[in-house]
């Protein structure tokens, strides 16, 4: 079980794996003032709602690690399943388009190209 130091309200604010001089309360980890304090004060809707927003990021970001393996010629666009392919062929083509159109758009700034 986790040592737990509280502040001067009696709020969570550091937890040890070892009992120190600040850290000397002992709690159970399924402590509900513990699981808010580990998840920042997030609840799991919350958490799960935060991931959720994240995934197109993350996409986005595992879609450019594609590129430069490809780049750097670590492995072939051929070397992934066929349906693989198509989707990045799909997206690689999706953004050459929205990149023709950053000339066009030219001054807008509210609007995101890759």
């Not at 040592?3 to 040890?16: C, E, F, K, S």
């Not at 994240?54 to 393996?69: A, G, H, K, M, N």
Request: hydrophobic share 40%; net charge negative; proline share 4%.
């Amino acid at each position: 079980m986790p040592y737990v130091a509280r502040d001067d309200q009696g709020h969570i604010v550091d937890v040890q794996e070892r009992e120190t001089e600040a850290a000397y309360e002992q709690v159970a980890l399924d402590d509900p003032e513990l699981v808010s304090y580990l998840n920042n004060g997030l609840g799991e809707a919350e958490i799960q709602a935060e991931l959720e927003a994240s995934d197109l990021e993350f996409i986005r970001v595992i879609e450019d690690v594609i590129t430069v393996l490809i780049d750097k010629r670590v492995f072939m666009l051929t070397d992934l399943p066929a349906p693989a392919q198509e989707k990045l062929a799909r997206r690689y083509n999706l953004r050459s388009k929205l990149s023709d159109l950053g000339s066009i758009i030219g001054e807008h700034e509210d609007i995101m190209l890759p």
